[in-house]
C-alpha cells in the first residue's frame, strides 16, 4: 500500500508525457548553434559572428520578457492549455525555419519561438509540482529536465544531417514531430489543479499583484540571484561551445556539434536523477537539503569551466564538460523544488517565469559579447573563468536562502 502522500501513478504519467516536449523544446532551440556554418554559407545576409549571435540572441530576449507573463497565465488559468499550445506554435514556428532564406527571415521566427517557448517551462514545472507536492518533487523535476538533456545532445545531431541532407531539415522534420505530438498531449495529459492539496483554492491576483507577493520576499531575490549566474555559463555552453571546440581543436562542423552537446547532457542526465534522489533524501534530514544540494552542483562548475577553458586537448575538455555537466544536473532540477519553498503555489509559474526573464537577458547580452569577441580575436577561454568566478559566487549565495514553505514527505 502507497503512503499517504505518495504520488500517484497518473502524476508519474505526467512527467512521462512531458519528457518528449521537454526533449523537443531544447532540440528545436539548440539546432542553431550546432549548425552555424551550414546556415551562414546558405543566407549570405549573416555577414559576421555578432550577427550570428543576434540571431541566437534575439529568440532569447523574447523568451525572457515574456517568461513572467506566460507563467502568469499558466497561473491563473490553465497550465495544461499553456503547455500544449505552446508546444503546437513552437514547432510550427519550427518547420517555418527551415523555410526561411533571409536574415530578417530567420529573425522573425526566433522571435517568434521566443514568444511560444516562454509559455512552456514554467507552466510545465508548475504543473509537475501540482502532481508531486511531496516528497518525490525533485526526483519528478530531474526526470523532466533529462528530456531537456536528451534534447541537447540530439541537437548535435543536426550537424550531420545537414552535412548529409540540408540544415532546413533539421528544422521541418522536428518541426512536424512537435506538432503531431502536441495532438497527443490535448488527448492525453489532465491539469493538475484538482490532483494536489497543495494548489490553493483561489486564483492570484493581477500580474502586478502576483509580482508584488514575489519581489517582496528577500529570499526569492537570493534565490533570482543564484538562477541568473551559473546560468551565464550555461548558455556559454548551450550557443558558443560548439564553436569553441571546432576552433581549438580544429574539429568540423559535426563532430564539434555532438561533442558540445553530448558529453554535457550525457553526464547531466546521469547527475539530475543522482540529485534528484540525493536532495529528496537530504531534505528529510534538513528542510535546507534541496539548497545544499544545488549549492554541491553550482561548485563542481567551477573546477569545470576553469579546466574547459584551458584543456590542453580534446580528451581533457571532454573530462572537464562531463564534470560541468555533473555539477549542472544538480544545479538545474533543484530550482523549482526551491522556489517552492520560497513562494506560494499559486505565484509558482509567474516566480519561474521572472526568473527565467532575469537569468535569459543576462544570458542573452553575454551570447552577443562572445560573438564580439570572436569577430575582435579575443579568445573565449577568458569568459570561461569569469563565468567560474560567477559560479563561485552563486553557491554563496544559496546557502543563505531560508526555506518557508515546507513540502509534505
Known amino acids: 500500500m502507497a503512503p499517504p502522500n505518495s504520488p500517484s501513478r497518473y502524476a508519474w504519467f505526467v512527467v512521462l508525457l512531458?519528457?518528449?516536449?521537454?526533449?523537443?523544446?531544447?532540440?528545436?532551440?539548440q539546432m542553431l548553434s550546432t549548425i552555424r556554418e551550414s546556415i551562414r554559407m546558405d543566407i549570405p545576409g549573416i555577414a559576421s559572428d555578432q550577427q550570428f549571435g543576434t540571431l541566437m540572441a534575439v529568440f532569447m530576449w523574447v523568451y525572457a520578457l515574456l517568461s513572467p507573463l506566460g507563467g502568469f497565465v499558466?497561473?491563473?488559468?490553465?497550465?495544461?492549455?499553456?503547455?500544449?499550445?505552446?508546444?503546437?506554435?513552437?514547432?510550427?514556428?519550427?518547420?517555418?525555419?527551415g523555410h526561411m532564406h533571409t536574415y530578417n527571415g530567420m529573425l522573425i521566427c526566433?522571435?517568434?519561438?521566443?514568444?511560444?517557448?516562454?509559455?512552456?517551462?514554467?507552466?510545465?514545472?508548475?504543473?509537475i509540482t501540482d502532481f508531486h507536492p511531496g516528497g518525490t518533487q525533485a526526483r519528478a523535476i530531474g526526470?523532466?529536465?533529462?528530456?531537456?538533456?536528451?534534447?541537447?545532445?540530439?541537437?548535435g545531431v543536426g550537424g550531420y544531417i545537414a552535412q548529409s541532407s540540408s540544415w532546413r531539415n533539421c528544422f521541418t522534420w522536428f518541426g512536424a514531430a512537435g506538432v503531431a505530438y502536441a495532438v497527443v498531449l490535448f488527448l492525453t495529459l489532465k491539469d493538475g489543479g484538482a490532483h494536489s492539496k497543495d494548489t490553493p483554492k483561489s486564483h492570484p491576483g493581477s500580474i502586478t499583484e502576483t509580482l508584488r507577493a514575489l519581489l517582496k520576499q528577500p529570499a526569492f531575490w537570493l534565490l533570482v540571484v543564484y538562477f541568473t549566474l551559473p546560468a551565464i555559463a550555461g548558455w556559454m555552453t548551450k550557443n558558443w561551445l560548439p564553436t569553441f571546440l571546432a576552433d581549438k581543436f580544429h574539429l568540423e562542423q559535426g563532430p564539434a556539434g555532438l561533442s558540445a552537446t553530448g558529453y554535457i547532457q550525457i553526464a547531466s542526465f546521469a547527475g539530475v536523477l543522482l540529485a534528484g534522489v540525493v536532495a529528496d533524501k537530504w531534505m528529510g534530514k534538513t528542510p535546507k537539503g534541496r539548497i545544499f544540494s544545488s549549492a554541491l552542483g553550482t561548485l563542481l562548475l567551477v573546477p569545470a569551466l576553469l579546466g574547459l577553458g584551458f584543456a590542453p586537448t580534446l580528451g581533457a575538455a571532454i573530462a572537464f564538460m562531463i564534470v560541468f555537466g555533473i555539477g549542472w544536473g544538480f544545479f538545474d532540477c533543484n530550482n523549482m523544488p526551491i522556489l517552492c519553498q520560497v513562494v506560494r503555489p499559486e505565484h509558482r509559474a509567474t516566480g519561474y517565469g521572472f526568473m527565467n526573464m532575469v537569468s535569459i537577458s543576462v544570458g542573452a547580452v553575454a551570447t552577443v559579447v562572445l560573438g564580439w569577441m570572436r569577430d575582435h580575436g579575443i579568445q573565449l577561454s577568458a569568459a570561461f573563468v569569469f563565468a567560474a568566478f560567477l559560479s563561485l559566487i552563486a553557491a554563496a549565495i544559496v546557502v543563505r536562502i531560508k526555506p518557508q514553505n515546507q513540502p509534505s514527505n
Open 143 to 155: 526526470i523532466h529536465q533529462t528530456g531537456i538533456y536528451a534534447g541537447l545532445a540530439l541537437g
Open 18 to 29: 512531458l519528457w518528449p516536449v521537454a526533449a523537443l523544446n531544447y532540440l528545436d532551440r
Open 74 to 97: 499558466a497561473d491563473k488559468f490553465n497550465r495544461r492549455w499553456m503547455v500544449i499550445g505552446s508546444l503546437f506554435v513552437w514547432s510550427a514556428v519550427t518547420y517555418l525555419t
Open 110 to 127: 526566433r522571435a517568434l519561438m521566443g514568444i511560444s517557448e516562454a509559455c512552456y517551462l514554467p507552466a510545465a514545472l508548475a504543473l
